[in-house]
């Protein structure tokens, strides 16, 4: 069954540096979005994406956010100068459709700032 | 802006109980809403998407009905086993075709 994968699973750095988180897709779905969800609390709207351009994003993704999809297949969430209230799990999701599309979610990234 | 409030927030009980989870939402326009699973440090699983056309949708021991008029989605679950246990987290889709996430609800089913 096809799925949304991440990478990758864990990762710690330390504050001020920048963190690439990976994300495959479903190969047929056209829509993606990145999610975080700190310890605790709820999950959180970042970014959508559609046609190679940020379609929707959250007042939480600020100018230290960045997103792409450099190859066709991989969807990157970049982190520039990380902040200790950046660690989270970051989840990366697609859809088929924008309105009625189901929506699938990978496993997450876990994103640890020293 | 779209608040999405479940309740109960955590719930125990003994296996074998049918059990229903709430999720209520502010805007009655939504274009659909869809229940998820996730277990401790995991991702999403989704479980049932229910378009805003619809009443209700089923799968295995899992019901979803969803009533707009009054701004509430149920999930019933039929028969709990300890394997249901959980967090179970709803999320709405409006016109800005972003869903919005409810807190969830904590479900342990003991044996």
């Known amino acids: 069954e096809p799925e949304v994968t991440q990478t990758p699973s864990h990762q710690v750095t330390q504050m001020g540096q920048e963190v690439i988180l990976r994300c495959v897709p479903i190969?047929?779905?056209?829509?993606f979005y990145w999610y975080r969800q700190i310890l605790g609390q709820k999950v959180e709207f970042l970014v959508s994406?559609?046609?190679?351009?940020?379609?929707?994003k959250s007042e939480i993704f600020d100018d230290q956010f960045s997103v792409e999809r450099p190859d066709g297949s991989n969807f990157t969430l970049k982190i520039r100068s990380t902040k200790l209230e950046d660690s989270a799990m970051y989840f990366c999701?697609?859809?088929?459709?924008?309105?009625?599309?189901?929506?699938?979610f990978g496993e997450g990234s876990r994103l640890t700032v020293l | 802006k779209q608040e999405v409030t479940q309740i109960p927030a955590a719930l125990s009980v003994p296996e074998g109980e049918n059990l229903v989870l709430n999720c209520s939402f502010t805007?009655?326009?939504?274009?659909?809403l869809q229940w998820f699973r996730q277990d401790p440090g995991k991702g999403l699983t989704s479980l049932l998407l229910?378009?805003?056309?619809?009443r209700e949708q089923t799968s295995g021991r899992l019901n979803a009905s969803l009533d707009k008029s009054s701004g509430r989605s149920t999930l019933y679950i039929a028969a709990s086993q300890p394997g249901d246990s959980a967090t179970y987290l709803c999320?709405?889709?409006?016109?800005?075709?972003?869903?919005?996430f409810g807190r969830g609800t904590s479900l342990i089913v003991h044996p």
């Open positions: 999701a697609s859809s088929r459709d924008r309105g009625t599309g189901e929506l699938f």
């Open positions: 190969s047929n779905h056209l829509y």
């Open positions: 994406f559609y046609n190679n351009e940020i379609s929707e």
């Open positions: 805007d009655s326009a939504i274009y659909n």
């Open positions: 229910i378009q805003s056309s619809q």
């Open positions: 999320a709405v889709r409006l016109g800005s075709y972003i869903p919005t």
